[in-house]
């Protein structure tokens, strides 16, 4: 296999290169990617430089082919002057010059065959080196939109493991919240606060029950002394006066 049938080769099987297949067998599809970018990167290298060294070699040997029609274009031309030239002499009875005129035109006749020769075997040659070049310069083209697929793809996959990573971190801390709630505490808190406010409401109660108490014995004393103070008098031989006044018939 010549260089440039592996050149072809590699170029068309990275080229139809089917990525999706490629991730799906993958088992860290970004880092697969990162590689077939790497992959890429240096055959598209590769390839320019195969490919700049055969447009290099197809522009020498055109080069060449165009000497070659130059030069059978000027052979013919000389010739075509010697044959003249050789008519003239012969035409004058000069038949020495004649001939070495001739010779001179069998000469150039030579040149000019041997050029045709080249140009003849150079063209086909030249023909099948330029449609390579096509062939490469399109590979070439297909492989750097292959890997402006890949990066596009690569930086998808990057941003979408990103949110994913994300979204697993948000919806991690909503368990927690949700398994630690938060309002729990506040709940307990409150049912405390309630309770000791109960408690002052009772202790409130106790002691407004504790002043009627009080009141309750004052006035069970004013009437002790009420009593006593009447018993007093009945010994003194005087009835105590009611403390009450009569009502007015009607």
């Known amino acids: 296999m010549t260089q440039k049938q592996s050149i072809l080769g590699r170029i068309g099987q990275l080229a139809k290169a089917n990525i999706n297949a490629l991730l799906d067998r993958a088992e860290d599809p970004q880092k697969m990617l990162d590689q077939l970018v790497r992959d ?4 598209i290298a590769e390839a320019e430089q195969a490919i700049a060294q055969t447009i290099g070699n197809l522009r020498l040997a055109e080069q060449d082919y165009n000497e070659d ?3 059978a274009s000027e052979w013919g031309t000389k010739a075509l002057a010697a044959s003249r030239k ?3 002499y012969r035409a004058g ?3 020495v010059e004649a001939d070495k005129f001739d010779r001179l035109a069998k000469v150039a006749l030579r040149k000019q065959l041997d050029a045709e020769s080249e140009v003849k075997t ?5 023909e099948q080196q330029r449609v390579t070049v096509e062939k490469l310069k399109t590979g070439l083209a297909a492989m750097k939109d292959k890997l402006g697929e890949l990066k596009s793809r690569r930086d998808q996959l ?3 493991q990103k949110a994913a990573q994300a979204q697993q971190t948000v919806q991690g801390a909503i368990s927690s919240i949700n398994v630690l709630d938060p309002t729990s505490e506040l709940a307990r808190y409150e049912e405390t606060v309630r309770r000791e406010e109960a408690m002052a409401m009772g202790q409130a109660e106790v002691a407004a029950a504790s002043l009627d108490s009080q ?4 006035e069970a004393s004013d009437k002790d002394i009420e009593l006593e103070a009447r018993l007093a008098a009945l010994k003194a031989g005087s009835a105590p006066a009611p403390q009450i006044s009569p009502t007015d018939p009607a």
């Open 158 to 160: 990057v941003a979408r």
């Open 122 to 126: 150079a063209q086909p040659m030249i």
């Open 215 to 218: 009141f309750a014995e004052l």
């Open 69 to 71: 029609v130059s030069a």
């Open 93 to 95: 009875g000069n038949a």
């Open 40 to 43: 890429y990167t240096n055959s």
């Open 86 to 88: 050789a008519d003239e």
